[in-house]
């Protein structure tokens, strides 16, 4: 498909296999050409008894075959490679930023620097650098309670991301946000969010902003998108259809992007809705509908190209499946013990990093010398994060009624003119208000 005829229309024709082992056109499209080794995200097993061996199912939910990558590129040909050089080492360096990053978050748990829920975003890494690496510092992104690496991704530095997640006034919320709450004005960054589905409306009017400001106010240009990251649970709330009607029928420039990692918390995708197939969701409310491999970083980037050239041109959203997989348990309290140890390590071998720097290396990108420059800066980054979020100073207690109240004379500040919170009688229940 040409990259001008992205179109709910076209996703309709040619399915292609999802356990296809090889494309519709093997000397002319992206699967032909990138690793010959790899095989089409194969899901989820429909079996939760930890008692029966894991095995690849022969996959009732693709059954009408999935609009897939390779028909997006399939007018490139065999010898273009999808990345050059110093784009492949900028998505490189993205992704392992987000691992280190989401690593030494768990040693820092454990050792009590972090409080409250954190989850990690270790093996989804290919959809959070393929989508956000494409965006302008102008272009906003909205995300869930697994929010870190988003942040990262769209330029939020790791010593502000780390400090909030220690909860200093360095953070880039002063510490007020934690770990499932980053918000970013400088970088467009509107906010992780701990409930699922809340993000979804935010998301969609900031692309109605975008649209309002071109059309409206008559700036130019004005071409800004908006992405809205959140999970396959989410995709059963009523927010994310609501949104979807709307972003379609007022055309609004929004990429809806679905990180499906198989699992809400515990409950498998498979059992908890009555259509698995979520990129069908699209072409209902008039909007292509993509499902992608999203272990493969350059698989979901051509997609991302697309959905994101179709907004800037005023054509309207798009809804992406990612079918990904999470690492480690829904949070660095989940003992994961829902999920077949077989099912984990079948999926730990399509580490989306690993893949990639096979792709370069058996396309002469790069060198080892190199991604091994790269890994040593990233290490020296996050312990330089560390180092200086532990460093930096708590908020003081007067901070805590900040961006709470409109007006805090009411409640907040006592006729002396101080905050309540630092009476000592406040605290203990008795001081009167």
Known sequence: ????????????????????????????????????????????????????????????????????????????????????????????????????????????????????????????????????????????????????????????????????LFGKTTGCCRGQGGSMHMFSKEHNVLGGFAFIGEGIPVATGAAFTSKYRREVLKEADCDHVTMAFFGDGTCNNGQFFECLNMAALWKLPIIFVVENNLWAIGMSHLRATSDPEIW??????????????????????????EAVARARRGDGPTLVECETYRFRGHSLADPDELRDPAEKNHYAARDPISALKKYMFENNLTSEAELKAIDNKIDELVEEAVEFADASPHPVRSQLLENVFADP?????????????????????????
């Open 409 to 433: 004379k009411g409640f907040g500040i006592g006729p002396d003119g101080r905050y309540r919170c630092e009476d000592p009688k406040f605290t203990e229940g008795t001081a009167h208000v």
């Open 280 to 305: 069908k969701k699209g072409p209902a409310f008039g909007m292509p509908g993509f499902h992608v491999d999203g272990m493969d970083v350059l698989k979901v980037r051509e997609v991302a190209k």
């Open 1 to 164: 498909m040409a990259a001008t005829s992205f179109s709910a229309t076209k996703l309709l024709h040619q399915p292609l296999p999802l356990h296809s082992t090889r494309s519709t056109d093997n000397n002319n499209t992206l699967l032909g050409n990138h690793r010959k080794d790899s095989s089409f995200f194969l899901g989820s097993t429909k079996k939760l008894c930890m008692n029966k061996p894991f095995s690849v199912p022969q996959y009732q939910r693709r059954s009408k075959g999935v609009f897939a990558v390779s028909e997006v590129v399939k007018d490139k040909k065999l010898n273009n490679l999808l990345i050059t050089k110093e784009e492949g080492l900028v998505l490189y360096e993205d992704m392992v930023l987000g691992r280190a990053f989401e690593d030494m978050c768990a040693q820092m748990y454990y050792r009590g620097k972090m409080f409250g829920f954190v989850h990690l975003y270790n093996g989804q890494e290919a959809v959070s650098t393929g989508f956000i690496k494409l965006l302008k510092k102008e272009d906003s992104v909205v995300s869930t309670y697994r929010d870190h690496v988003h942040a990262l991704s769209k330029g939020v530095p790791a010593r502000q991301v780390m400090s909030e």
